[in-house]
Structures are given as structure tokens and as C-alpha cells.
């Protein structure tokens, strides 16, 4: 009896595709953020990362990007879609979760942060292993960051001292936030985002706390008359953002996938995403200041006050980390020390040689 054995071709189709086969696969991921497609996060930094990944992958992967809450929800759920899966990848403010990142908020406090999105960057990747990856257990963080941090623009109050947000209802993006302007003798008011602009045209709010990046594609300066700042940009604390992946659909990918993403994480990107919002602030400056936005910065005796509030922000979280079982002032210490020395690493490199 003649046994005729399939060939290798049949064995092949019978078999399916080997796994040489299903590596060169293409993988899409979703993308999903709050703001809109003109805003310099997606238009220099999400969509450029995306398309790198694209080319540097020789087409493997492919990147569905989603601005403006277009996969469905509000701005505060994204977290929850990137950990249940619903996103494959997400942007989206750590303060829209209260309780979620509590030793990541160290960095919006209002006097751990500096005014350099860069400098605050390259602070939170010296530190992010020992002391705040427990809190993204739940993804696979790419980037943990922060913006060049919140200048205060008000409707029709000129602000020069602290006594002149007295009473102010002032919008805020997180409970930290909340604590500063609070400790201005000001009324809180929590919401993300995409809200503000409403908010300020029908009067909620008398004033918000965001960066000059996002006054003009939200149209802010038309619905505000001051913008105030401190003496040489200091900022009134900053938001700390986390862009993720799903970490199931992360382990789900090719070897050579998953460290083509690692090679565009973390400290590998963590300095040119800080530029892109250093170097949008100017830009925007000049910009609303032609428009007839009026401009200031707070003389230092009078920004003192403002950052003696502040000191008292610290020490409030302080003790409530303590509370959780944190050892607030050892986060406090750890991110202070890594945002001065890339401060002063900074402005030696700036020196004339």
C-alpha cells in the first residue's frame, strides 16, 4: 500500500501561517484624546510619534487617531478606556481620576514645577521607577509628561497681586489644583477641558488656569481679557498628562513591535515632547498680545504670595499621603531634586561658551 504524503505546500495551507508569517502582520491601533486636531498635542506630538512608528515599522503598524472624545465618552473615561481595552491608546490628564496616580500628582504641585515642560519631563523619567510606576500598574505608560504649566486668564479682573483672585470662581483640571486657588482665597471649579470655553461664555467661571498652547484653539483670548503669569514664566503648578496603551493588546504584539514602541517611550521621547509645549508657548504669547490679550507677569514680591499659597498645597499633601501610607515628603524631595538639577543642566547649556 502506497501512503502518498501531502507536500509541503498543502502542509502549509493545512497548518496556517507560521510564525515568521504572522509577525509581518499589519497591527492598527486606536488612538484616543480629548483635544482637537489642531491643538499642538495632536498636531506635534501624538500624530508625528504615530507616523514614526508607522515608517520605522516598514508599515506593520498603522495608527487610527481619534481627536476630540471621537471614539465616544467624556475626557475624564478615558483612562478607564485604555484599561478596559476600549482604546488601544489614550492621552488624557491624570487629574480627570482623582485617587488613581497619587504619587504621580507630586508634579502638579504648584511649587514642584518650574515652567519647563522640558525640564519637569526629563524630572519625571529620573524618578518614575522607584517612585511613581505603581501607579500605571494597570497600562503600559509611553509617556508620562507635563505642559510648560498653567498661566491664569481671567475674564475682566486685572490680577496683581494675590488679594485680586479674591473671590474669583476659577476653573482648575484637577484637586490639587483646586487646593492652590483655594489657598488664593478664590472658589474652585473642576471640570476638563473641552467645558471651558462654555463655562467662560456663560459666566460659570470668571477665569481658568491652562497653558497659553491651548488658548488659541479653544479661542480662550476672545472670551478673556488678562493673562497672567510669573516673572520669567513661572507657572501656577502644571497638569501631568499620561499617553498609555492597553497593556494586554501592548503584550499582545511581536517581540520586535513591543521594543519599537519601548524605543519611542519614556526617557527616548520624554525631552522632545516637552520642547513641543516650550516652544508653543512664545508663539501663542505673541500672538494674543497683537490680538489686544492683555499680558503680565507678576512682580517677585508679589508672586511671593502666591507661592507661599502654594507651600501650603505641599504641605497638605504631604500629610494626606500620609494618610495613604506614602511618604509624601520623600516624593516631594525626590521630584523637586530631579526638576533643579535639569533646571541648572539646562541653563548651563544655555551659557555662551
Not at 501624538?46 to 487617531?65: D, H, T, V, Y
Not at 467624556?74 to 504619587?103: C, H, M, S
Not at 472670551?223 to 501631568?240: I, N, P, Q, W
Request: a negative charge; aromatic letters at 6%.
Amino acid at each position: 500500500m502506497t501512503i502518498r504524503l501531502p507536500s509541503l505546500a498543502m502542509l502549509a495551507l493545512l497548518l496556517g501561517p507560521g510564525p515568521s508569517a504572522q509577525a509581518q502582520e499589519t497591527v492598527t491601533l486606536t488612538v484616543h484624546h480629548f483635544l482637537s486636531a489642531t491643538a499642538p498635542t495632536h498636531a506635534a506630538f501624538i500624530e508625528p510619534w504615530a507616523r514614526r512608528l508607522e515608517a520605522e515599522s516598514e508599515g506593520r503598524l498603522k495608527f487610527e487617531i481619534f481627536p476630540s472624545m471621537t471614539l465616544g465618552g467624556k475626557a475624564p473615561e478615558l483612562y478607564q478606556q485604555v484599561r478596559d481595552g476600549v482604546a488601544d491608546i489614550v492621552w488624557t490628564v491624570i487629574g480627570y481620576t482623582p485617587g488613581v496616580f497619587p504619587r504621580a500628582e507630586v508634579f502638579e504641585l504648584p511649587t514642584v514645577h518650574r515652567g519647563s515642560a522640558t525640564v519637569t519631563n526629563l524630572a519625571i523619567q529620573d524618578i518614575f521607577d522607584e517612585y511613581l510606576a505603581e501607579d500605571f500598574r494597570e497600562v503600559q505608560p509611553i509617556l508620562v509628561h507635563v505642559h510648560a504649566g498653567n498661566a491664569l486668564h481671567t475674564v475682566d479682573r486685572e490680577v496683581r497681586a494675590i488679594g485680586d483672585v479674591a473671590g474669583l470662581k476659577l476653573r482648575t483640571p484637577t484637586r490639587t489644583g483646586a487646593w492652590m486657588i483655594e489657598a488664593w482665597g478664590a472658589e474652585p471649579v473642576g471640570m476638563p477641558l473641552p467645558e471651558v470655553p462654555q463655562a467662560l461664555s456663560r459666566g460659570v467661571v470668571d477665569g481658568v488656569l491652562i497653558p497659553f498652547e491651548v488658548v488659541l484653539p479653544l479661542k480662550i483670548h476672545e472670551m478673556t481679557e488678562y493673562s497672567v503669569e510669573g516673572l520669567d514664566a513661572r507657572r501656577f503648578g502644571t497638569a501631568v498628562f499620561l499617553f498609555a496603551m492597553n497593556r494586554e493588546r501592548y503584550e499582545s504584539l511581536p517581540e520586535d513591535l513591543r521594543a519599537l514602541i519601548d524605543a519611542h517611550s519614556g526617557a527616548h521621547i520624554a525631552a522632545d515632547a516637552g520642547r513641543v509645549w516650550d516652544a508653543v508657548e512664545p508663539r501663542v504669547k505673541d500672538t494674543i498680545g497683537g490680538d489686544g490679550q492683555t499680558l503680565m507677569q507678576l512682580k517677585p514680591e508679589a508672586m511671593a504670595a502666591f507661592i507661599d499659597a502654594g507651600e501650603a498645597v505641599v504641605e497638605r499633601w504631604i500629610q494626606e499621603a500620609g494618610e495613604r501610607g506614602l511618604d509624601g515628603s520623600t516624593l516631594v524631595a525626590a521630584a523637586r531634586a530631579a526638576v533643579e538639577r535639569h533646571h541648572l543642566n539646562i541653563l548651563s547649556q544655555q551659557q555662551p561658551q
